[in-house]
Structure formats: C-alpha cells, structure tokens
C-alpha cells in the first residue's frame, strides 16, 4: 500500500471507525518509557539526546558566569584583600614621611658626627659623605678603616718621598752615613770630596 492509498484509506468512512482511531493513537502518543526504552536502545538518539543536555547545560552555565561570577569574584577580592579608607590611606602615607624623615634626620646626625671625627683625626673632610652607614656604629667602623687605609698611604707616600730625594740626615756627631750602599750620588760626592 502507497501513502496516498493510506491517506484514502484514513479519510474514508472505514478509516474513521473507532478500532482505527484508537490504533493510530497507541501509535501517536509518546509516554515517558517509550522514550526511554527508544533512547536506551537507539545509540543514535542517546547521541542526540547528550548533545541537546550539553547545549543546555552550556546555556545555564553561561547565564550563571553572567548573573553570579562577577560577585564571587569581587566578593572573594574583597575578602582577600580589604578596602582601605581614605583615613587607613592617609595614616599610611603620614608613616612613610614621617619614616623618610627619621631617615633624614639621622643621616644628618651621622654624617655631622662623622665629620667633626674626621676633622679630630686629620681626614679630609670632603670624603666623609662616602664613608655614612646605616647607624653610628657602621660610621664609625667605615670611618676607622678610611682612617687605617689613609694614615698608611700618607705614611708610604712620606717615604717614598724621602727615599727618593736622598737626602741622609747627619749624624749625633754632625757626619754624614759613609755606607756606600744607602748613600744618594749627591752625599756620595759629598763624602767623598771631604775626605
């Protein structure tokens, strides 16, 4: 049979008999095992069926991350870190002037006594700014190995200098050194035109 002979056969007088009806209806009407026995069954419609659930699933996800995640996020921000006021800002900010002024003022404080130190002791006052630690006792440690290290380069330029100029101071009885090796050319010629 054709469909069209089906639709005839619907539309006439014997089609519209009660038996007829209720056998296209039993056929016609879904219940909730029919269409779980027909998922179950069919991998094709368990397919379709996961893949109408992700869809929806991906839908009420979305409108959740629009509604709720923005608030969560902020609220666990918040949490973690809490808002400061203007007088919490205020009170941080008088803190680090006030710390950068103690800073100041105890650099001063080094740096004058470092440099009232160096005048007792000779050292040239101009270096002293270099030699400023973090409190007294790192000035004055910094201080005391400037001295150290400026008294022995003082010391070796002093003999340098005497050494080279040759120069032998007399004796306690008024004569020249006659050791031939520690003599400079000048007193050798001098020692030796007394002779």
Not at 22 to 45: C, F, G, I, M, N
Not at 90 to 116: C, D, F, H, P, Y
Not at 153 to 180: F, S
């Amino acid at each position: 049979m054709m469909l069209e002979e089906v639709k005839q056969f619907l539309e006439s007088e014997e089609g519209k008999a009660p038996e007829v009806s209720d056998l296209l209806s039993s056929y016609a009407t879904l219940s909730q095992e029919k269409v779980q026995s027909y998922v179950d069954t069919v991998p094709e419609a368990k397919a379709w069926l996961d893949s109408v659930k992700d869809k929806h699933l991906q839908k009420g996800l979305e409108t959740w991350k629009i509604n709720h995640l923005d608030s969560m996020i902020n609220d666990e921000i918040r949490k973690r870190f809490p808002e400061k006021s203007e007088h919490e800002l205020e009170v941080e900010r008088l803190k680090v002037e006030i710390g950068k002024m103690k800073s100041e003022k105890e650099r001063e404080s080094l740096t004058n006594k470092a440099m009232q130190l160096a005048s007792e002791r000779n050292l040239p006052i101009d270096l002293v700014g270099f030699f400023i630690g973090e409190n007294e006792e790192l000035t004055l440690q910094n201080l005391k190995a400037f001295e150290t290290t400026f008294q022995g380069a003082v010391q070796k330029a002093l003999e340098e200098r005497i050494k080279g100029n040759g120069y032998t101071p007399p004796k306690a009885n008024g004569t020249v050194d006659t050791d031939l090796e520690n003599l400079s050319m000048n007193d050798y010629i001098k020692v030796r035109n007394r002779k």
